[in-house]
């Protein structure tokens, strides 16, 4: 789906940012542009990519997305080493506090909105200017399920800086159309990877419940009765730096396993 491609990839991290980068590569993947703020992560990206696809060069860059420097810094990178770059999939976010709307600290909300939402943005005109030269490029959003339906814990300044971020999605699909890239955005719901099995884990301690028990209460909501693995959403999200999506821009896509349908 992606063979030739060149991707520069956000948020590399233990959850859906390596399963990102890992698909990417088996997907065919030419070159991957990993990023994270944590050189450790991009190490591990790097040979879980190579142990999927040994063809597939990686060029890692310890990158902070909230600082503009650092994000033309990540796109020189990536030029220098690749010419050009033909998709970015923004991945990194701040979850910040579990709150909600009537009671959060709002001070506390201007971290996940300076990263999701800001940073996100400053990412993403970084690139934007290199997929102006090149007249293409394609961006998708990791955008989350909090924005579509109130989840029953708090995630209210998470999910105001996702649906920030959802409607900048649209203003960015009309200004950059004319230079042939598209911006598309996906709404994860529950992912089994290691954020989710972490809190599933601490919830069955809390409670006293088994881990099975658990992800089965939150499977029963979903109506393909699973928790949609890590790998399984990477590739729909995916799907919008392919050309299997050339003639979709300012799109949003629910993965969730049919647990929200608009």
């Known amino acids: 789906m992606?063979?030739?491609?060149?991707?520069?990839?956000?948020?590399?991290g233990p959850g859906l940012g390596v399963k990102l980068a890992e698909e990417a590569a088996r997907a065919g993947a030419a070159g991957l542009v990993v990023s994270a703020r944590t050189a450790a992560k991009l190490e591990d990206a790097e040979a879980r990519v190579r142990a999927v696809n040994p063809d597939c060069q990686v060029c890692k860059q310890v990158t902070d997305i909230t600082d503009a420097a650092s994000c033309k810094a990540l796109v020189d990178q990536a030029v220098t080493t690749f010419g050009r770059i033909d998709g970015l999939v923004n991945s990194a976010f701040v979850h910040g506090a579990m709150d909600y709307a009537s009671t959060a600290d709002i001070d506390s909300w201007?971290?996940?909105?300076?990263?999701?939402l800001l940073g996100t943005l400053k990412?993403?005109?970084?690139v934007a200017k290199q997929m102006q030269q090149q007249?293409?490029?394609?961006?998708?959003?990791?955008n989350t399920m909090a924005v579509r339906k109130v989840p029953p814990v708090g995630e209210a300044g998470y999910a105001a800086s996702k649906a920030a971020l959802a409607t900048s999605v649209k203003y960015l699909?009309?200004?950059?159309?004319?230079d042939n890239i598209r911006v598309n955005t996906v709404h994860m719901g529950w992912m089994w990877g290691a954020p989710v099995q972490g809190y599933v884990q601490w919830q069955a301690e809390q409670?006293?419940?088994?881990?099975?028990d658990i992800k089965a209460q939150i499977a029963a909501s979903i109506?393909?009765?699973?928790?949609?693995?890590?790998?399984?959403?990477?590739?729909s999200a995916l799907f919008f730096v392919s050309d299997y999506s050339r003639v979709v821009t300012g799109a949003s896509l629910?993965?969730?396993?049919?647990?929200?349908?608009p």
């Open 123 to 126: 990412l993403t005109q970084a």
């Open 110 to 116: 201007m971290e996940p909105i300076g990263t999701n």
């Open 2 to 12: 992606l063979q030739g491609k060149l991707i520069v990839i956000s948020g590399i």
């Open 223 to 235: 109506p393909l009765g699973i928790v949609p693995p890590d790998e399984e959403c990477a590739r």
């Open 173 to 178: 699909a009309k200004e950059l159309g004319p």
């Open 135 to 142: 007249k293409h490029g394609a961006i998708v959003m990791i």
């Open 254 to 261: 629910d993965v969730n396993g049919g647990e929200y349908m």
């Open 207 to 212: 409670s006293g419940a088994s881990v099975d």
